[in-house]
Nanobody
Framework: VQLQASGGGLVQAGGSLRLSCAASGRTFSGYAMGWFRQAPGKEREFVAAISMSGGTTRYTDSVKGRFTISRDNAKNTVYLQLNSLESEDTAVYYC????????????????WGQGTQVTVSS
């Protein structure tokens, strides 16, 4: 699976962005998807994940109520809607794919996109 993330940018605190991750190469619906982020000087951390069907999602506590993960299996794309952005959300955001069930553990994902930069100015 090849993953291409896009949609990052510079936004003011309180603003919104929508990240997209387009997949190609294999049957997209057979993969759970996750979003992770890595801020400068910090380790990569889990943000959100979604099951193969899209029926189950999970979020890290700091983004609950602000971020929404979704997927469109017909378009081979997973999305991450970022609302009420805070300066602490500044990071490179990565999408990842894993066959079957999702997990919050980054090393268990098999495929990774190249990352897209999100910068929130206060």
């Amino acid at each position: 699976v090849q993953l291409q993330a896009s949609g990052g940018g510079l936004v003011q605190a309180g603003g919104s962005l929508r990240l997209s991750c387009a997949a190609s190469g294999r049957t997209f619906s057979g993969y759970a998807m996750g979003w992770f982020r890595q801020a400068p000087g910090k380790e990569r951390e889990f943000v959100a994940a979604i099951s193969m069907s899209g029926g189950t999602t999970r979020y890290t506590d700091s983004v609950k109520g602000r971020f929404t993960i979704s997927r469109d299996n017909a378009k081979n794309t997973v999305y991450l809607q970022l609302n009420s952005l805070e300066s602490e959300d500044t990071a490179v955001y990565y999408c990842a794919a894993r066959r079957n069930s999702f997990t919050v553990v980054a090393v268990l994902y098999e495929y990774w996109g190249q990352g897209t930069q999100v910068t929130v100015s206060s």
